[in-house]
């Protein structure tokens, strides 16, 4: 068993000596945020995250998106495609949501974008807010906020996903782990510093 001890430790300070302060611009590509080498580019148009580079090798292959559907597994249909979540889920349009960027404001090397999702019939299903920060240490920090409809059924997944590149091959989170932790089994998923490649 696990469980979470009543205790803190204060974060030590980050040195800031010899690091290069974080900017952004308008370009032709879109919104810019850069320090140092490393920069991310942000989409006007659908205010998602298109490109993201490190020492000048660009990582992204598709943009940082939200992501509010899953193949439905055996369970999820109740051995019957007209039955089961999987029916309620696409009845709802979650299979086919159509995203579109509302706002978009930027100021010292962050973007904030607000994203509409609706269904097929036009029904607002989600509303995002994601803000991206690009720290002048080259770290990227994404926070995201989502309202879902009170309609809607219980859902499949709510998460971002994003493309990246070959060799982008090895993850180290904080989180559950080592696998993928549904309602039906984080008991056996302890919070911990996991890898994976």
């Not at 974080?22 to 370009?27: E, I, L």
């Not at 659908?46 to 598709?62: D, F, H, I, P």
């Not at 982008?168 to 089994?185: A, F, K, L, M, Q």
Request: aromatic residues 8%; contains cysteine; charged residues 20%.
């Amino acid at each position: 068993q696990q469980f979470e001890l009543p205790w803190c430790v204060p974060m030590k300070p980050i040195e800031a000596i010899g690091r290069q302060a974080a900017s952004w611009a308008d370009s032709a590509a879109g919104i810019v945020l850069t320090t140092g080498d490393n920069a991310v580019v942000v989409d006007p148009v659908s205010g998602l995250l298109k490109g993201m580079s490190a020492g000048g090798q660009e990582l992204l292959v598709s943009p940082l998106e939200p992501c509010f559907f899953r193949p439905p597994t055996e369970i999820d249909t109740a051995s019957s495609p007209d039955r089961g979540w999987a029916k309620m889920w696409r009845t709802a349009g979650l299979d086919q949501l159509a995203t579109e960027a509302v706002a978009l404001s930027s100021g010292h090397a962050a973007v904030e974008s607000r994203l509409v999702s609706r269904s097929p019939a036009g029904e607002e299903c989600f509303q995002t807010r994601i803000r991206y920060e690009l720290c002048d240490d080259g770290e990227l920090s994404v926070a995201v906020r989502i309202v879902v409809a009170p309609w809607l059924p219980p859902l499949p997944r709510i998460g971002l996903t994003m493309g990246l590149v070959p060799c982008c091959n090895i993850v180290t989170w904080y989180g559950r782990g080592p696998h993928e932790s549904y309602c039906d089994r984080k008991r056996s998923a302890h919070l911990g510093r996991y890898c994976a490649a």
